[in-house]
């Protein structure tokens, strides 16, 4: 690409320059202050895009005017600078490119292909003479493109820095991982206790609907011993009423037992789904074996874990006994009734019932 015009509005010192160019080397010549300087100011300012800001800006234009540099070349490819309003963009072929800050948009870069290393003014050092032998091995590497060697070197740094720092971390939480899983030591003996438990609910699944029952018989007793010692009748019920309230008593507190047995089971299954949203975590190489035996002890709690549902399970069903123990009660209770009426005669005392208390007897 050769230079061939290159037009300057409202730049710095100069209102007006207009410059035109030919093949091979171009020296541009003239008197102090005739905008010699301007020129390769300008020319700087569209290739770099440097400086920012409006001190580029002639001290006798408007504020509204426009800065504006046009560089052609031999193939009458344009490319327009402007900078006005405060802001600044660039025109390629009349397509517009915004310039943010000092960077210079891509298609303005391959279109003038300029480097650091092709800009030389006459206050500038003599270019790579000056240098030290690092900072010309510099220049030269990026020049040819070796500095991308430089580069990688530097990504790659910064990759094994960010891996070590990410290693630190999954080591840091497999070790918290560890503690955790230790403090779930006690859960081997739990399955023990839980069978305990189990044959404790079942042993007392039926009292609940027993106790319902011999709370409404002791409703009904009591209103007969009402009626009872009205007809100065001596029944002495004591020691039985005293019996079904030592049952009712041990019935509530296995009904807490197994309260806190399910209460206990919901936990374990929170600490079942988190065991299995950890394992995921376990998968660094230098803990290899570490973890294998982590996720066995994890197995065996899960097949624990899977020892408890099935002892749920089991608990349901004993509920659905309980329903089908109630029926046979109600049922029992019916022919209680049916028999009381027809033989009107009490089972206890062998006193002859009227009609009113077989009602309130058999509910």
Request: charged share 30%.
């Amino acid at each position: 690409m050769y230079l061939k015009e290159l037009e300057i509005r409202g730049f710095q010192i100069h209102k007006y320059i207009s410059c035109t160019f030919t093949k091979g080397l171009n020296v541009i010549v003239g008197s102090t202050d005739k905008g010699k300087s301007s020129i390769l100011r300008a020319l700087l300012w569209v290739i770099k895009n440097r400086p920012t800001g409006d001190s580029i800006r002639n001290w006798y234009i408007k504020e509204e005017e426009p800065v504006m540099v046009t560089v052609c070349d031999d193939n009458n490819n344009k490319v327009v600078k402007v900078r006005q309003n405060k802001k600044s963009w660039y025109k390629l072929n009349n397509e517009k490119f915004e310039a943010l800050k000092t960077e210079v948009p891509t298609e303005v870069e391959d279109f003038f292909n300029v480097s650091d290393f092709n800009i030389q003014t006459q206050h500038d050092p003599y270019c790579l003479i000056n240098d030290s032998p690092g900072a010309r091995a510099e220049k030269l590497n990026k020049l040819v493109g070796l500095n991308i060697i430089d580069v990688v070197f530097k990504n790659l740094n910064s990759r094994i820095s960010n891996v070590k720092i990410l290693i630190t971390e999954k080591e840091r939480k497999i070790d918290e991982h560890q503690k955790e899983i230790e403090s779930f030591d006690y859960l081997v003996d739990v399955e023990s206790l839980l069978t305990e438990l189990a044959k404790e609910v079942s042993s007392f699944s039926g009292k609940e609907t027993e106790c319902e029952t011999v709370k409404e018989l002791l409703l009904a007793l009591s209103e007969i011993e009402t009626e009872c010692s009205s007809l100065n009748l001596t029944i002495n019920w004591d020691k039985y009423v005293c019996d079904l309230l030592s049952e009712i008593t041990n019935f509530q507190r296995k009904e807490k037992n197994l309260i806190t047995l399910k209460n206990l089971i919901g936990v374990i299954n929170d600490y079942d789904k988190n065991i299995e949203s950890e394992i995921d975590w376990l998968t660094v190489e230098e803990k290899k074996d570490e973890l294998l035996q982590l996720i066995k002890k994890y197995e065996t709690e899960e097949s624990i874990v899977s020892n408890i549902k099935i002892l749920v399970k089991t608990i349901l069903m004993s509920e659905k006994d309980e329903m089908k123990e109630k029926e046979g009660l109600i049922f029992k209770q019916t022919e209680f009734r049916s028999l009381l009426k027809k033989n009107k005669v009490c089972p206890f005392c062998t006193q002859i019932l009227s009609d009113k208390i077989i009602e309130k007897v058999s509910g």
